[in-house]
């Protein structure tokens, strides 16, 4: 009786409206997705057009192929934190294989995928035979394989080869390669689940893993072949997100991990194990490439993006958690059989038709109210996490402020991928202009050949962008104020003593003009030995930790140069009394807090480009651009060594 009553209530309902609410409920992903692509399309004029929505599929590529990989991982009751860093060192080592090594492109490809399948079988067999629980196993991956992609690379872009580049294309001018492979390894990422031994093998070992051992399955080869299958699937978008970059990216795919985790689980999966398909992850990174996409088009500031995101992960979480809670009926759902599959189909009909009228009214309402236009122009910096770039965001503001203009910034984080995206988004929202500071030269290329498409004048300011045109470059020489930085220090030491070097973050054109110019003026005195150089990843914490490790080894140093102030300010907290009497410590940017040291004495130089100046320069250009005036092609703002002497009168 209870049966026939459960089973009576859906129908009672009615017709295609209880059909489409049974869909909703019963699709929480779907439904979040749907909602917010209808919201996006009604608050953004720019979101609907067909060269966004195939942004959003490349944006989303990436993702989803991690994401395809982790969901057998996930679905087998595991996890897997080295994706990223395996997708990094299989990109890496495809570059280097093809260029370096000199191999045919074949060949280095199937060398790139072969060490995603290696490193996946690593986690298994530390999963499997040694008994490693699966998120320190593959937490140790996350390490072993990022420090083994800088390692190969010495932490620098490698270059990728054209043939290769090309996966980062279009075919036929329309379609982008990466949505296609995003869409085949989806379609081989369902087969595998549901069609294959090895794929009913992970629900039974994500059900009950001794079940399934006692059943009969072979748990520990399953497990290597899932995790092997993830490394697989980690090399694949490996080589589809260097391909987009142009080049294969040491840092890349940091983070991506817990992207592609919350696919997968936004899309339906339980971190318990035994649930999860492929078309749920596919919605899920949909669901994140839409916010990223549709924010950006919004202008929402950068930090607000993170919380914004973060909350819509947890309310989608949340959604499908209480409607699996209230999901009693569904199991009475297949009890009709066919005639049940020919009502789900209406009901995807019908939610299709209704989501299309409302984004098609939306549409209709942006085209209809087309009102005087202010000039807007979208500014993407390689990070927000560094006061000379927050500097230059500030001095960007105030001059467009000034003169009237609608003024975007994105943060890309210190990530060539999500800048990619960022400056993708620009190229799409209807912007007059775009002011880019690339975290690396050779990866912006292709995104700003996008715009360069559109007819969308491109700004770079601090560096350069490589294989691609800008109507103008704003910077000053990093090269320059390494060697300056190079010659306060040494005339301050006599021309004798010995230092350590600070390096910035590996991989960035920053760090690798000013650590040049800084060897080439040290060749000028002989007298000084550089007795240590480490990476601190332009940060104030590491450069204090790290500073802290050389003293260590190197206790009677004479003087320190960091490649930025962030690191230096680090530096001068590990040595104490000693900064500014027995160590002279040069930084880089002429940041506030840094000029207050120099003030302080406690950093005897810093290499000063005024990094407000750099902003507005760039806003002005980016102005005359967009209106068609010509611009000069290289805008060079003068660096200053900044001593205690000069301090008081100088102004970023």
Known sequence: MATDTLK????????????????????????????????????????????????????????AILAFGVTFVIVSAGIDLSVGSVAALSATVLAWSATEAGMPVVLAVLFAVATGIVCGLVNGFLVSYGKLPSFIATLAMLSVARGLSLVISQGSPIAFPDSVSHLGDTLGGWLPVPVLVMVVMGLLTAFILGRTYIGRSMYAIGGNEEAARLSGLRVKRQKLAIYAFSGLFAAAAGIVLASRLASAQPQAAQGYELDAIAAVVIGGASLAGGTGKASGTLIGALILAVLRNGLNLLSVSAF????????????????????????????????????NKGKQALTYLVAAVVAVAVVGATSLLHNGSSAAKTQRIGLSLSTLN??????????????????????TVTDAQNDASQQANQLQNFTSGSLSSVIVNPVDSDAAGPAVSGA?????????????????????????????????????????????GTIVILQGQAGTSASRERGAGFAAGLKEYPGIKVVAKQPADFDRTKGLDVMTNLLQAHPDI????????????????????????????????????????????????SVAQQPKELGRIAVRNALRAADGEKVEKMVKVPVKVVTKENVAGFEG
């Open 8 to 63: 009576s209530k859906p129908g009672a309902r009615g017709g295609a409206t209880g059909g489409l609410r049974r869909l909703l409920l019963d699709n929480g992903a779907l439904t979040a997705l749907i909602v917010l692509v209808i919201a996006m399309s009604a608050l953004s004029g720019d979101f609907l057009t067909a060269d966004n929505l195939l942004n959003v599929g490349v944006q989303a590529a990436v993702t």
């Open 304 to 339: 607000w993006q993170q919380v914004v995101i973060g909350v819509v992960i947890a309310l989608a979480v949340l959604f499908d958690t209480l409607r699996r809670k209230a999901g009693a009926t569904t199991p009475a759902a297949g009890a009709s059989g066919g005639g």
């Open 386 to 407: 560094n006061p000379f770039f927050v500097q230059i965001r500030d001095g960007a503001e105030e001059e467009a402020k000034k003169l009237g203009v609608d003024l």
């Open 452 to 496: 360069n498409k559109a007819d969308i004048p491109v700004i770079a300011v601090d560096r350069g962008v490589n294989k691609a045109d800008t109507a103008a470059l704003v910077a000053s020489d990093n090269v320059e104020g390494g060697a300056l930085g190079a010659k306060a220090l040494a005339e301050k030491l006599g021309g004798k």
């Open 558 to 605: 004479n003087g320190v140069f960091a490649e930025n102030d962030e690191m230096a300010l680090g530096a001068i907290k590990a040595l104490g009394s000693k900064a500014g009497k027995s160590v002279q410590v040069v930084g880089f940017d002429g940041t506030p807090d840094g000029l207050k040291a120099v003030e302080a004495g406690t950093l005897y130089a």
